[in-house]
């Protein structure tokens, strides 16, 4: 299979951080906000070279949502960011009225996504936010899978004139994908195979290629999509891929409701229906540990993806 | 520039408008859209530097109003079409299937003078707030008006607005409440016990100005006085007292009015207490 290098750990997070600080180079108008998260999400640099750009919200996300609709309107790009529970379910009316509904080109940026936030457990984890988001009319959904990726989304939200919700995480994990320009709405086919698709997002993509890997010397040839943007979804390519393998993997750090598994679900059942399996949280709530040590208990990673993987391909 | 008769001539047709338009529609808000109408004809008529011909959604160049409180749409799409922003014979389509005059204010439809959608209660201060910090990075000297319901300050969001205005000093802002004193399911004392909001909101570091929000030429000297405070380093809250359901005798002063549509008899009545001054639509 096509290999791909680790060229260090790093956290998404920290990628968001870099992808601001050039969007706000290129383009005058990018400003952000902050509900009293600045370090948490990687935005001091853009804070230190852009101070008048750079608007502290304090503890106050619904106000902090509010307020960067009405930057939007008059011109400015502002990207407004906390953790992924506190701009997604606590200000989800918000979001709905002022930022989607309203059509204002606000970015949410979402940091610390999933069960992988660790140790500060369930109420700061979130396993809903996917749902949440991608049921908006409008929203963009887009949750990219290491450092550098996740700088280039950056860069592309900032360029996209309309509402975005961008995801991304806390722990540091490998950075792996070529630096190019990330095209909203494409899937990325990081690994052409012929036995069955796996398709995943975020954290779950490098775990995707781990576990193709580990089930190559099975004899297994595994096709590998990251899905970057979770909304627009790449149809074309998933459906191709489909047909092609005939059984389907899908791959999340987010529960099982409403989130990417159902949205593949749905995309074949209606078009070109394969057995599918689904890696990602049983309608549960997370809790304290550290981010290896959840996800191996929620069954969320390599391990878990290989082991879907034998399963559904004993149903096709 | 309007003199204070032409403001009354323009609130009484203004008042004729909301009763016609919830009745064509058989639905509506009329209280708080009679309580608003006095004020909001003199800031549209009279205070804010505006232009519905060069009006875009960007508002640069121009003062801006955001209405926070969405219900008040009768009010709020009368005053546009009466300042020009749309037709007038567009009122009667309010709430109708297709209409741009949506139940609450949407920019999904494209109306002239519309920012931003409302009717969640509580977040229309937060977007002037963001707007009026749009228009010191643009240097666009232009002030941002926002009206809020006093019930609607009941929402959490309303507070967090205030300390963050005041923290960044946004005083290009000036803030309108329509202290009619009612809501939904009672007098806000009742459901909520709003207390003495004028207290409230100086304690959140703004400057604010009472005044009566019917009498015409106190109105125009409170949105005087908030104009001398602009640039001066804080936000500004004029506190209209106003009588929800004003300028119709059965209406007026009650809770029962916020969201009730009158009947053929009783529009009859209401309209013979209204002047038409501008011609119905």
Not at chain 1, 183 to 189: F, L, R
Not at chain 1, 233 to 254: M, N, P, Q, R, Y
Not at chain 2, 199 to 223: C, N, P, R, V, Y
Request: with cysteine; glycine share 12%; proline share 4%.
């Amino acid at each position: 299979m096509k290999k791909y290098t680790d060229r260090g750990k790093k956290d998404t997070r920290s990628g968001f951080g870099e992808g601001l600080l050039q969007a706000g180079k290129a383009d005058p108008k990018v400003v952000a906000l902050t509900a009293d998260l600045k370090g948490s999400l990687k935005m001091d640099a853009f804070a230190a070279e852009f101070p008048d750009r750079y608007y502290e919200c304090g503890i106050a996300e619904a106000n902090m949502i509010g307020t960067a609709s009405g930057m939007a309107l008059t011109g400015l790009v502002p990207f407004a960011g906390s953790f992924a529970e506190f701009v997604t379910g606590r200000v989800y009316d918000q979001i709905r009225m002022e930022v989607c509904y309203g059509k204002t080109n606000v970015k949410i940026a979402s940091s610390h996504a999933g069960i992988t936030l660790g140790e500060d457990g369930a109420t700061h984890q979130t396993m809903e936010d996917i749902a949440l988001m991608r049921v908006l009319p409008d929203m963009v959904v887009i949750n990219p899978c290491d450092w550098t990726q996740t700088k280039n989304a950056t860069i592309a939200a900032a360029k996209y004139n309309g509402p975005v919700y961008l995801r991304f995480g806390r722990p540091k994990v490998a950075d792996f994908m070529p630096d190019e320009p990330f095209e909203i709405g494409k899937a990325y086919v990081l690994n052409e195979g012929k036995d069955v698709t796996i398709i995943a997002t975020g954290h779950m993509v490098w775990e995707a290629l781990k576990a193709a890997e580990t089930l190559e010397t099975e004899g297994i040839c595994a096709e590998v999509i990251d899905i970057a943007t979770i909304k627009p979804l790449d149809k074309a390519t998933v459906i191709a891929s489909a047909i092609k393998t005939g059984a389907i993997v899908v791959a999340e750090e987010h529960n099982m409701a409403g989130g990417l598994g159902e949205l593949i679900a749905g995309v074949l059942a209606s078009t070109s229906p394969k057995p599918i399996e689904f890696v990602n949280g049983k309608d549960t709530f997370g809790q304290s540990g550290t981010p290896s040590e959840l996800l191996a208990a929620y069954g969320i990673d390599a391990n878990g993806i290989a082991d879907a993987v034998r399963r559904v391909i004993e149903r096709k | 520039m309007q003199s204070t008769e032409d403001l009354k001539k323009i609130a009484s047709q203004v008042r004729r408008d909301i009763i016609r338009m919830v009745a064509l529609a058989k639905s509506g808000h009329p209280g708080g859209s009679m309580s608003s109408t006095d004020f909001m004809t003199a800031l549209y008529f009279r205070v804010m530097d505006q232009d519905p011909s060069t009006w875009t959604r960007k508002g640069s160049g121009q003062d801006a109003f955001i209405l926070s409180a969405g219900h008040l749409t009768p009010m709020y799409y009368s005053i546009l079409s009466r300042a020009g922003y749309f037709p007038t014979s567009e009122l009667a389509s309010f709430r109708k299937f297709g209409t741009r005059l949506q139940g609450h204010p949407s920019v999904r439809k494209g109306l002239p003078g519309v920012f931003q959608a409302a009717g969640s209660l509580g977040q229309g201060l937060s977007v002037a707030v963001g707007m009026a910090l749009g228009k010191k990075a643009a240097k666009d000297n232009h002030s941002v008006y926002v009206l809020c319901g006093d019930g609607e300050t009941e929402e959490g969001q309303i507070w967090e607005a205030a300390l963050f205005a005041a923290h960044h000093k946004v005083d290009n802002l000036v803030a309108m409440t329509d202290v009619n004193g009612q809501q939904i399911d009672g007098t806000t004392e009742s459901v909520a016990g709003l207390g003495d909001l004028e207290a409230k909101w100086q304690a959140f570091g703004w400057e604010t100005i009472s005044a009566d929000g019917h009498d015409m030429d106190k109105i125009l000297e409170a949105f005087a006085k908030a104009g001398d405070l602009k640039g001066k380093g804080k936000p500004v809250m004029i506190l209209f007292k106003t009588e929800m359901g004003h300028g119709v005798d059965f209406m007026a002063g009650t809770h029962k009015w916020h969201g009730s549509v009158p009947n053929d008899e009783q529009c009859g009545v209401a309209l013979g207490q209204l002047q038409e001054t501008l011609g119905d639509f």
